[in-house]
Every structure is written in structure tokens, then in C-alpha cells.
T-cell receptor, first 115, second 113 residues
Framework: KAGVTQTPRYLIKTRGQQVTLSCSPI?????VSWYQQTPGQGLQFLFE???????NKGNFPGRFSGRQFSNSRSEMNVSTLELGDSALYLC??????????????FGPGTRLTVL | EDQVTQSPEALRLQEGESSSLNCSYT??????LFWYRQDPGKGPEFLFT???AGEEKEKERLKATLTKKESFLHITAPKPEDSATYLC??????????????FGQGTTLQVKP
């Protein structure tokens, strides 16, 4: 079974620009969660989607948004980029169908650098 | 506030020298506790899920245990290829926590030959 894939793997943007990251979950997984990883803050939850609906959201500003498509693929968007948005963005998929607690499987991440 | 604390931050072992990593958690109710391994530049790799106090899981040289307030990851006779950052995460009870892993800061393990 193919794992979680994320594209692109690396991105360089300048302040003020916007960026869209893509995530394809493991086949059959309907839940996709997004995380931001930085050396100072570690792994922090951004949001979770299930069946095209955002079920949960972390404490990030509204510049961070996401969506999920009918095939469970997900995208996240960051508008008006700031230097502090430089991070590894990870997506994870899970087979959970209604409850929390199932293990999440992570993709390789997208390394975003904001100059 | 739900919180996960891992110790030590870094651990250096000689090959074959067994040790344990600690994960303390504070949550209103625990839905599940997860251990991951992360190599530099890669996404976390799932290792174990624990749900109830007293539960244990094993995989090769790794063994995870769970109590009501903490979890341990025991590494028996480690090899250099076990060098990585080990992450502990929890999902608290409640529908508002769906899909939300709360991570500790991790323990970076280095095993020298």
C-alpha cells in the first residue's frame, strides 16, 4: 500500500506571498490532519478534515486554511507569508471513521522557507 | 491544559546499553497515547498505540508501557540504527479533539558503536 504523499517537498517563498501544499492520504483513509514542525515549538496541530469537513482546528491565525476533496486528498493554504511560517509542514492520514484515537501515518513533509 | 512532557531531551548510549525514555502527560481523559520515531528530514514513523494503563506493546528492541500518568519506551540492547528522535503524543477524550495529536518535544537518541 502506498504511503502518504506530499507535494512539493521543498518550497522557497518571500514574505507576503501565499502558498498551497498538497497531501494524498493512504488509500481508504478518510481523515487527514496537518501539523507544523519547527525547532522551537515542535509539532503543532493545524487542522483535521474528514469527508470534506473540517472537524477540528488548532490555534493558528486565519491565514492558515485547508480543504479536503471528495477523494480525501487535502490541501492547505497559507496566505500573506511571514518569516515565522518557515517550517516543515506534515500531513497525516488515519482510517478513523468517527472517533479519535486511531494511529496517524505521516507523509515526508513539505519544507517551506520564507525569505 | 493538555500537555505532554518528554525526558530526557537527549540521550547518548553505547551499542548494547539498554535504557528508557519517559513521556509524562496531563489530560482531562486519555483517548490514546502514541509513540513515533523521526529521522532527520523525514516525517514521523508510527511505532505504537497504547490505550489503557497497564498495556504494553513490543516491536524488536522497543517496548512501550503505559500508566495513568506516563509512558515509557524501553530500548533493549540498542544498535546505531536506533538513533533517531522519539516522539510521544496523546489524543485526549472528547469530540473536540478528533484527529488532534498533542506532541511532546521529543527525545533525541544517539547510539554509538
Amino acid at each position: 500500500k502506498a504511503g502518504v504523499t506530499q507535494t512539493p517537498r521543498y518550497l522557497i517563498k518571500t514574505r507576503g506571498q501565499q502558498v498551497t501544499l498538497s497531501c494524498s492520504p493512504i488509500s481508504g483513509h478518510r481523515s487527514v490532519s496537518w501539523y507544523q514542525q519547527t525547532p522551537g515549538q515542535g509539532l503543532q496541530f493545524l487542522f483535521e478534515y474528514f469527508s470534506e469537513t473540517q472537524r477540528n482546528k488548532g490555534n493558528f491565525p486565519g491565514r492558515f486554511s485547508g480543504r479536503q476533496f471528495s477523494n480525501s486528498r487535502s490541501e492547505m493554504n497559507v496566505s500573506t507569508l511571514e518569516l515565522g511560517d518557515s517550517a516543515l509542514y506534515l500531513c497525516a492520514s488515519s482510517s478513523t471513521s468517527g472517533g479519535a484515537g486511531d494511529e496517524q501515518f505521516f507523509g515526508p513533509g513539505t519544507r517551506l522557507t520564507v525569505l | 491544559e493538555d500537555q505532554v512532557t518528554q525526558s530526557p531531551e537527549a540521550l547518548r548510549l553505547q551499542e548494547g546499553e539498554s535504557s528508557s525514555l519517559n513521556c509524562s502527560y496531563t489530560v482531562s481523559g486519555l483517548r490514546g497515547l502514541f509513540w513515533y520515531r523521526q529521522d532527520p528530514g523525514k516525517g514521523p514513523e508510527f511505532l505504537f498505540t497504547l490505550y489503557s494503563a497497564g498495556e504494553e506493546k513490543e516491536k524488536e528492541r522497543l517496548k512501550a508501557t503505559l500508566t495513568k500518568k506516563e509512558s515509557f519506551l524501553h530500548i533493549t540492547a540498542p544498535k546505531p540504527e536506533d538513533s533517531a528522535t522519539y516522539l510521544c503524543a496523546v489524543i485526549p477524550n472528547g469530540s473536540g479533539n478528533t484527529g488532534k495529536l498533542i506532541f511532546g518535544q521529543g527525545t533525541t537518541l544517539q547510539v554509538k558503536p
